[in-house]
């Protein structure tokens, strides 16, 4: 879901030639895995391994049709296998990679309703886009890379294109920034790197100092609040930037619009680790914009064929109510009372469709205690986006601001062009994303137009003249008016995985799970993907990483053979102690 923006920007030659630096730049291995996905991808381009010709006709099942689900189905394949089936749940293909277009007339306008924004240290992510031909550009209006306002307290302040926070910004941007360049030297304990020096560390191939640095962390702050970790930094004697902030309007300011970037306020209760690893892997660096939507990767892979067969028409749209393991495979109890057997199954549903939907952590479950106390305890954040295309770009010819951030229930505002070449076609106005408690606050804002204009009077608090050109075309809060609420949707029940403090032992269970099919005494036949079950929820490089892992299970679980100098299955370990409670 990309819920932080833009934090960091590299200064490039041309815009136009940012996407294709971005794909070119050499990879490396996330903090909490150290496994370099985009160069195992790479050294693989014609299949990940081989099933074995005895093998090649058992069904392999894989609950969830989003992108977890759809690459395993693509490398399954690839590698030779021939009966992969996927049970989905909804109507439609794809999960949270959902670009909506308003209407068929006009389907180059799209409210991206999951993944948004896509920063090209998601390697896996990039490999798939480059390989299906999908462009992404730097045109993301985030905060500061176009004209912003800041809603704060009542008034409202202006942030320049490519210029500096205004001066209100000025001790928790310097403390922020010193944190994340410097690091941070707490009165006990070792001094912490800064997190751009792991990632060098890691671009470098310094895994082992990487490694020393990630578990200093955990050691300081496994137990940890974003809230938490804030207060014990910026307040200690010795604070990032040579200031401590005041308490409490720094920490108020921060929460409600970080550094000009967004409000972290309804990320206080998370992990701060969670906040960190994101600054280290560089999610939040140099973000890119996909014109044609995320949802073209699901396209690109549903429609590959194989054996006359598209893996589209692989999909049966059937809820998974149940599965059972036994002594020679899977069997799966569907929603329509039928039952399908299967030889190997990987489920990339969210955790907790997992967990209410299929009761996959219920006792006697193939999955370990600790694998079935994670999927019951791993926390997902709540989300809500509301679009509204506009009959025009008023943004442009009014010099109205292209961002706007508040502490209201709006929170963040981001004005979108999809015709970039034609300057009067009608625009998208991301009205509001939203997360945790102001999600949760908006469910109570009603339908389409009842919430817009709810949202819309909030709005006027911080620009009334933007306010009033956020109206849907021809009124039609219908057509033109795009909501979703994750919390609400069926086999969702939330956006994406963030741990509170002391989870990353879940998060460790549920990604590694995949790794007891080395040992056929141990080997679930069930493997467990999406970007839930990930370090990395939120983003799609979650999500692909841990398809890939499944994948490379289903190959060696049924005897096949896994192809380059090195994979996930063989050569990558849980690194750390993470000190939580499912981490044994």
Same mark, same amino acid.
């Given at each position: 879901?990309?819920?932080?923006? #833009? ?111 896509f920063p090209p240290s998601e390697y896996s992510l990039f490999h798939y886009l480059d390989r299906f031909g999908i462009q ?22 202006? %942030? ?53 640095? %990630? ?12 809230? @938490? ?153 709540? @989300? ?18 292209? #961002? ?30 939203? %997360? ?33 050109h956020v109206v849907p075309i021809d009124n039609d809060y219908d057509t033109y008016v795009r909501v979703i609420d994750w ?11 963030? #741990? ?31 970007? @839930? ?5 939120? %983003? ?45």
């Open positions: 879901m990309s819920f932080i923006p #833009n934090l960091r920007r590299r200064p490039h030659p041309v815009a136009a030639d940012f996407t294709a630096a971005a794909l070119k730049s050499p990879s490396f291995g996330y903090i909490d895995t150290l496994f370099d996905y985009g160069a195992y991808l790479s050294a693989a381009p014609d299949a990940l391994g081989r099933v074995p010709p005895a093998a090649a006709n058992g069904t392999i099942a894989i609950i969830g049709a989003g992108i977890a689900g759809l690459v395993c189905a693509y490398e399954l394949l690839r590698a030779g296998a021939a009966n992969v089936v996927l049970f989905e749940a909804s109507e439609r293909i794809g999960g949270r990679a959902w670009s909506s277009p308003f209407t068929e007339a006009a389907p180059e306008f799209l409210a991206e309703l999951g993944a948004m924004r992404a550009t730097s045109s993301f209006p985030d905060p500061g890379a176009v004209l912003t306002n800041l809603g704060y307290q009542g008034k409202t302040y202006t %942030w320049p294109a490519h210029g500096n926070p205004p001066d209100m910004f000025a001790t928790v941007n310097a403390g922020w920034s010193a944190f994340i360049s410097q690091g941070f030297t707490p009165e006990t304990g070792p001094a912490l790197i800064a997190p751009v020096a792991i990632t060098e560390l890691l671009r470098s191939g310094q895994s082992a100092a990487a490694r020393e640095a %990630w578990q200093a962390y955990i050691d300081a702050f496994g137990n940890e609040s974003f809230y @938490s970790a804030l207060c014990r930094m910026f307040g200690s004697a010795n604070p990032p930037g040579g200031k401590r902030w005041s308490f409490p309007q720094d920490y108020e300011l921060f929460g409600a619009l970080g550094v000009g970037s967004g409000g972290l306020g309804p990320m206080y209760p998370v992990a701060f680790l969670e906040i960190v690893r994101l600054m280290v892997d560089e999610l939040e660096t140099d973000q890119l914009f996909i014109p044609a939507g995320i949802e073209s990767l699901a396209r690109a892979f549903s429609s590959q064929v194989f054996g006359r067969r598209s893996i589209a028409q692989r999909v049966i749209k059937t809820a998974v109510s149940r599965i059972s393991r036994d002594a020679t495979g899977v069997k799966l109890w569907l929603a329509d009372g039928t039952t399908h057997y299967a030889e190997r199954v990987i489920v990339t549903a969210s955790t907790r469709a997992m967990q209410i939907d299929m009761a996959l952590n219920a006792a006697g479950s193939s999955l370990s205690p600790q694998q079935c106390t994670a999927i019951s305890d791993v926390h997902l954040t709540s @989300s809500s986006k509301v679009f509204v295309m506009t009959q025009r770009k008023f943004w442009l010819d009014e010099s109205l601001p292209a #961002n706007i951030q508040t502490d209201t229930l709006v929170r963040g505002v981001y004005c979108l062009d999809y015709a970039p070449q034609n300057p009067n076609s009608a625009g998208v106005v991301l009205l509001s994303y939203a %997360w945790e408690d102001d999600a949760i606050k908006q469910l109570a804002l009603g339908e389409n137009r009842q919430r817009v204009q709810r949202l819309v009077t909030d709005l006027a608090q911080t620009n009334a003249a933007f306010a009033r919390d609400l949707e069926r086999g969702y029940y939330g956006a994406f995985k963030l #741990n509170f403090a002391g989870g990353d032992g879940y998060s460790q269970q549920l990604f590694f799970q995949f790794q007891a099919s080395r040992d056929a005494s141990t080997d679930p036949y069930i493997y467990l993907a999406g970007d @839930s079950c990930s370090f990395t929820g939120g %983003w799609v490089e979650g999500a692909l990483q841990t398809g890939v892992n499944a994948v490379c299970a289903v190959i060696r679980s049924l005897g096949g053979e896994l192809y380059g100098p090195s994979n996930p299955l063989d050569d990558m370990t849980p690194q750390y102690d993470y000190g939580g409670r499912a981490a044994s």
